[in-house]
C-alpha cells in the first residue's frame, strides 16, 4: 500500500488518485473546524467554493447555517465564520451547515473523485490514523495550503499521519519529506507552527487562542467523511 502527499492542492491529479482514498488537511483552521462542528453534534455540512454558492443554497434551503472567511474575517451575513471555538453545541447540534473557506473548501471539492475522502486535523489524527490502517487502501493526502502555496501546518500534519502509517504504507518521496519534517518540529511544533505566515496573521487579526486549539492532539473521537458533496459521520 503507498501513501502520498500533496503539499498543494496544484499537485493533486484526480485522474491518478481517483482508486485512493484521500485526506484533506486545512490545519489553520477549516478542517479542525468541520471536525470540531461534528464533535458537537453537527448534522451534515456542504463545502462550497464561493459566497454566491452559499447564498444560491441558502434561498433553497434557509434553515441552513452558513459558515466561512475570507482573508481569516467572517463573511458579512453570515451565520459562522471559520474559528472552531463558534462550532459549539448550541449554535451547530442538530444543524446542517453550508462552508465556504479561502483554502479548505476548495481543496475538498477537488479531491472529491477519489474512492473516499475524510477529514484530518491534528484534533482527530489518532483516530483517523486508525480508520486508515483498517481500510488499507492507498492514501493520498490533500493539504490545502494557503492560497495555491505550501503551507508549514499542514504538511507538519501530514507528517504526523506518515509517522504514524510508516509501519504499514510504502511512503513517497513527498511523505518521507514531510515526516522527516514532523519528526524534527513534533517536541516543540506550537513554536514551529506558529513562527509560520499563515499563523502570524491569524495571530494579528485577533485568533492566536485558534492555533493553540488546532495544535491539540487526538481529543476528538470522530472522522467526517465527505461523499456526494456533502460531509457527514
Known amino acids: 500500500m503507498r501513501l502520498d502527499i500533496c503539499f498543494v492542492p496544484g499537485d493533486f491529479q484526480a485522474q491518478a488518485y481517483q482508486a485512493y482514498t484521500a485526506v484533506v488537511l486545512d ?9 470540531t462542528a461534528f464533535a458537537n453534534d453537527c448534522h451534515a455540512l456542504v463545502p462550497v467554493t464561493s459566497v454566491t454558492e452559499a447564498w444560491e443554497y441558502k434561498q433553497q434551503q434557509p434553515q441552513v447555517l452558513l459558515a466561512g472567511e ?8 453570515f451565520d459562522l465564520g471559520n474559528s472552531p471555538f463558534e462550532y459549539t453545541r448550541p449554535k451547530v447540534a442538530g444543524q446542517t451547515i453550508v462552508m465556504t473557506t479561502t483554502n479548505g473548501t476548495k481543496a475538498l471539492t477537488a479531491a472529491a473523485s477519489c474512492r473516499n475522502v475524510y477529514i484530518g486535523s491534528f484534533l482527530n489524527a489518532a483516530y483517523l490514523c486508525q480508520q486508515l490502517a483498517d481500510e488499507q487502501e492507498d492514501i493520498v493526502i490533500v493539504c490545502a495550503g494557503t492560497e495555491g502555496r505550501f503551507s508549514l501546518e499542514d504538511a507538519l500534519c ?7 502509517l510508516s509501519r504499514f504504507y510504502a511512503l513517497s518521496d513527498t511523505a518521507l519529506a514531510a515526516q522527516a519534517m514532523y519528526r524534527g518540529a513534533q517536541h516543540d511544533l506550537n513554536a514551529c507552527i506558529g513562527a509560520s505566515s499563515h499563523a502570524r496573521y491569524l495571530e494579528s487579526i485577533g485568533f492566536a487562542a485558534d492555533i493553540e486549539y488546532c495544535l491539540r492532539h487526538d481529543c476528538l473521537a470522530i472522522v467526517p467523511y465527505f461523499a456526494q458533496g456533502i460531509i457527514r459521520v
Do not use: V
Not at 490545519?27 to 471536525?35: K, Y
Open 27 to 35: 490545519i489553520l483552521r477549516a478542517t479542525s473546524s468541520i471536525t
Open 70 to 77: 475570507r482573508q481569516g474575517q467572517c463573511i458579512t451575513g
Open 158 to 164: 501530514a507528517g504526523l499521519i506518515a509517522d504514524r
